[in-house]
């Protein structure tokens, strides 16, 4: 990797410092070093989402997510024993120490080998009206609409492709005949790409109960809408390891009470805060949901996501959360439109030179 020193974080930093590393789009795993440059230990987005899901904020130690027992290649070590060692692992990343223990590169499986096909369904939200983006939408439904010079549902795809996934839904209604036309069976894109096509809304999981038959794998569902660099691989694998039926990804979100607070009871003060943040996680648009989940759906009947994982949840299935610190932008309202156009090129053409 010719950027390798993108990764390095400095080993008393925080959680954010490894964040924008793994933010720039090249890099799965950050190094933390010494003032010597010695690696002192490894930080991936699922120990990030680990220490989110425990309390911890970006503002963290990076040291109480560090991960001291990591494998590193030397300098003689050849690219096919290492490759092979990053699949028998299932890594990404492998950093490369000289004799002192100071980083001096970093091998990515990507650059090894091609990414290797991912059966998993995505089925992706195209039907909706976008009534808050118009005049935008009037002649062209949301995603359709370019962002950073093409299509925002072609982005999207994109992020999956270059992953691997290669079996496309896409949901349709309003405006479906542009959606069709533009991605046709996906020969273009070397992927395969079937229509669900909504009569009426159906909302975003009763959409899957036009799915032309059952899955054997969990599948990916997303809004058509986001502007995203989460880590697709990372939330399925998560998926997978929690044993859930269905996984939301969520996000951090603050509010901060612009008053002081004060805690009342029987008429007494018996508390102050002044100012004090609320924090919350809040739905982001994406799923995996297994088979099971799926089963829960009938034809042509409305459901929305939140309705579905409620009933997961009241019949005691496992659900879980995947907490995200990517970029993610939901394409709303025109100002979300235009600063999804300004956040482009950071984001995502860096990403693909």
């Known amino acids: 990797m010719k950027d ?4 390095l974080v400095p080993v008393t930093g925080t959680m954010r410092d490894a964040v924008q590393a793994l933010n720039d789009g090249s890099v799965r795993m950050a190094l933390a070093v010494d003032a ?5 230990g490894v930080i991936t987005d699922g120990d990030i ?26 300098p ?47 089925v992706l939200m195209a039907g909706g009206l976008g009534t808050r983006l118009r005049p935008l939408t009037e002649d ?12 925002l549902l072609e982005t999207i795809m994109q992020q999956f492709i270059q992953h691997g996934f290669h079996n496309f839904f896409i949901s349709v209604n309003y405006r479906a005949d542009m959606v069709e036309e533009h991605f046709g069976d996906g020969a273009r894109l070397g992927v395969s790409i079937e229509y669900l096509r909504e009569r009426e809304p159906l909302g975003t999981a009763g959409a899957l109960g036009l799915l032309p038959r059952k899955p054997d794998a969990p599948v990916f569902v997303m809004n058509g809408d986001l502007l995203t660099r989460v880590d697709f691989p990372g939330m399925l694998d998560f998926h997978l390891t929690q044993g859930a039926h269905a996984t939301m ?14 805690d009342v009871r029987e008429n007494s003060i018996v508390g102050l805060e002044e100012k004090p943040v609320q924090k919350f996680f809040v739905n982001a648009g994406i799923y995996v949901l297994g088979s099971e989940a799926v089963a829960e759906i009938a034809p042509d009947a409305y459901l929305d996501m939140p309705s579905l ?21 939901d394409i709303g309202r025109r100002q979300d439109f235009e600063q999804a156009n300004c956040d482009f090129a950071l984001h995502f053409q860096r990403q693909e030179r």
Request: overall charge positive; charged content about 25%.
């Open 309 to 329: 994982f409620s009933r997961l949840m009241e019949q005691g299935s496992p659900t879980a959360a995947f907490p995200i610190h990517e970029y993610w932008m």
């Open 4 to 7: 390798w020193k993108k990764a």
């Open 249 to 262: 990804a969520v996000r951090g979100f603050d509010i901060q009470v612009p008053y002081g607070v004060v």
């Open 140 to 151: 062209c439904p949301k995603p359709l609409l370019p962002v950073g010079g093409r299509p």
């Open 36 to 40: 010597e440059g010695r690696l002192r």
């Open 49 to 74: 989402r680990r220490g989110l899901l425990v309390g911890k904020t970006l503002e963290s130690p990076l040291l109480d997510v560090l991960v001291t027992d990591f494998r590193a290649a030397r």
């Open 76 to 122: 003689g070590d050849g690219d096919a024993a290492i490759l092979a060692v990053m699949r028998e692992l299932d890594i990404h990343q492998m950093p490369v120490l000289d004799a002192e223990g100071r980083v001096i590169g970093l091998k990515v499986l990507g650059e090894l080998s091609a990414p290797l096909p991912r059966d998993n369904w995505v």
